[in-house]
């Protein structure tokens, strides 16, 4: 995928993560059984529960890395608790966040508590878990560049967001019913920023009811 390089600059480490993000989408293309492009993404729910799976490519150390873990995402109105397993279902790390604080807590460790749930993730676990965003980007919502409401659906799945996310939603499952329909898979990249190297995030979530 990224190759293993220590004397690579971050421009190329940078490069790296975009092709590797790009070649996630280009994956993505084959699926089947797409919902109809002009199907709208179900209603907002402010209780949620999913699950799913992150596929994430970024930096530590100044070298590219990569991981892939199993979630639970829980939000309950502005809480959100969100637990990182393995792929065999070993706890990496169970996270809490509400609008005062964050808390991350792993096994053998004190908890982590800071206001910043962007910092501690990075702290802790080497890349940037956008929690504030992904209360949205799971359900087909994003906040775009000027601070425009966007609405995903199949015929319109790409947006640059207000903190500079490049999101394509690039399959879909529709609802009981076949109503309306939720994201099935997204893929997230972002350059470096002031808590994170270059990163890149494959999102694909279970289905739902």
């Known amino acids: 995928m990224i190759g293993d390089n220590a004397g690579m600059t971050r421009s190329h480490l940078s490069h790296g993560l975009v092709l590797a993000a790009a070649g996630l989408l280009l994956a993505g293309c084959a699926s089947t059984g797409a919902p109809p492009p002009n199907l709208p993404v179900a209603a907002y729910r402010d209780q949620v529960e999913l699950d799913g799976r992150l596929f994430v490519n970024f930096e530590k150390d100044g070298k590219p890395d990569t991981l892939s873990v199993k979630f639970n995402w829980v939000q309950q109105g502005q809480k959100v608790d969100v637990s990182l397993a393995t792929p ?18 792993q096994s053998d460790r004190a908890p982590l508590v800071a206001q910043d749930i962007d910092g501690l993730t990075v702290e802790a676990l080497g890349w940037s878990l956008p929690v504030s965003g992904l209360r949205d980007w ?72």
Do not use: M
Not at 88 to 105: E, K
Not at 142 to 158: D, E, V
């Open 138 to 209: 799971l359900q087909g919502y994003a906040t775009a560049a000027g601070g425009k409401r966007f609405t995903a659906s199949p015929g319109a799945n790409s947006v640059l967001t207000a903190d500079g996310w490049q999101l394509t939603f690039v399959s879909w499952q529709e609802t009981a019913g076949g109503a309306s329909a939720r994201p099935k898979r997204i893929d997230a990249t972002r350059a470096a920023s002031a808590h994170s190297g270059p990163l890149a995030i494959r999102i694909v979530l279970d289905a739902q009811g």
């Open 88 to 105: 065999l279902g070993q706890t990496v790390a169970r996270i809490s966040v509400t609008p005062q604080s964050a808390t991350l807590t």
